[in-house]
């Protein structure tokens, strides 16, 4: 189990080094001067090339990469070009919005998810059966983003139960705080309960047709321990794969949803540093959520031994 851990934790530093330099290579590429970015169109070739040289823009690209990867290796992210801060306290800043975010829509789309996929196998072929599915495919065809413009349109202006966007820290009201992240976690999580349902029913209906279930039934335990205690566990495999790829995608790719409430997350920070071409920043949060995806998946390959003790690694 050790060797296995060591193994996969060497390849996914070697997928982070790979992601940092595609990620700088393809930001030299890109067309427009940073420097020209932050000092406007009638600026000076003086204090154009003043600014370039005070960013490291002058140097070739190879310098500013190996300069670059060494401040990443020793914790040092760089600085914003467009907001003067280093490029980790802006990280440390926005990240309790879209860590809260991620978790509240990933406890949303499990506490839909596990019932509806189970019971959608164990009443597989009744009319139940056929709705979850067509719900689990409505979910999965509509945008998260249109799903929250609706909540928006139903919780916030017709019914003025919950606020339109925003974000109060947990610090100054904790209440306030969940109210204002209930209706975007709610847009992430009926889109990732769509996808996980899906996948925990077709897992069940695999498991629930192996021999060693027809065994349990035919010993005669009964059928909450048939299910709950042999067939859920085994089921959960591909879904724990399933749900350590959403993480991810909850983390990095909440960019829209932060964007139609207003919420100050890291995808927010993000689509703001592409617009305005803030180089550090964009390669300080690509490696971050970079970073949150390859750990969840290293969790998520370490929990395969515990849900499947017949799984060993050598």
């Known amino acids: 189990m050790l060797k296995f851990i060591v193994r996969r934790i060497i390849s996914l530093l070697i ?8 990620t700088f290579l393809l930001l030299q590429v890109i067309p427009g001067d940073p420097a020209q970015l932050i000092l406007g169109i009638e600026a000076s070739p ?19 990469y190996l300069h670059w990867l060494a401040g990443m290796m020793r914790g040092d992210m760089g600085i914003s070009i467009r907001l003067e801060r280093p490029v980790s306290s802006l990280i440390a800043e926005r990240l309790p919005v879209t860590l809260s ?10 506490i839909i998810a596990f019932p509806a996929g189970i019971l959608s196998a164990v009443k597989w072929n009744s009319p139940l059966d056929y709705f ?39 610090g100054k009201n904790p209440l306030e705080a969940l109210r204002h992240l209930l209706l975007p976690a709610t847009s992430l999580g009926l889109v990732t309960a769509a ?26 335990l009964a059928k909450f321990q048939v299910i709950f205690r042999h067939a859920l566990k085994n089921a959960l495999i591909p879904v724990a794969t399933l749900a350590g790829v959403q993480i991810g995608f909850l983390m990095g790719g909440s960019i829209v949803i932060e964007q139609v ?9 993000l689509l703001s540093a592409v617009y305005t071409r803030d180089i550090p920043l964009i390669q300080g949060l690509v490696m971050f959520m970079t970073t949150m995806v390859v750990a969840s998946n290293l969790l998520v390959d370490i929990l395969y031994a515990y849900l499947d003790p017949r799984i060993r690694f050598e």
């Open 15 to 22: 997928i982070l080094w790979l992601v940092s330099f595609l």
């Open 101 to 110: 975010l991620a978790v509240m829509a990933m406890l949303i789309a499990l």
């Open 261 to 269: 409430f207003a919420l100050p997350g890291l995808g927010r920070l």
């Open 46 to 64: 003086e204090a154009l090339g003043s600014l370039r040289a005070r960013l490291g823009l002058d140097k070739p690209w190879p310098l500013r």
């Open 132 to 170: 979850i599915l067509f719900a689990s495919q409505v979910g999965i065809a509509i945008p998260s983003f249109w799903i929250g413009i609706l909540l928006i349109l139903t919780f916030s202006l017709y019914l003025r139960l919950l606020p339109t966007g925003g974000f109060i820290g947990w």
């Open 195 to 220: 996808f996980l349902t899906r996948m925990l029913r077709s897992s069940m209906l695999e498991v629930l047709s192996q021999a060693y279930i027809t065994m349990a039934r035919a010993k005669g």
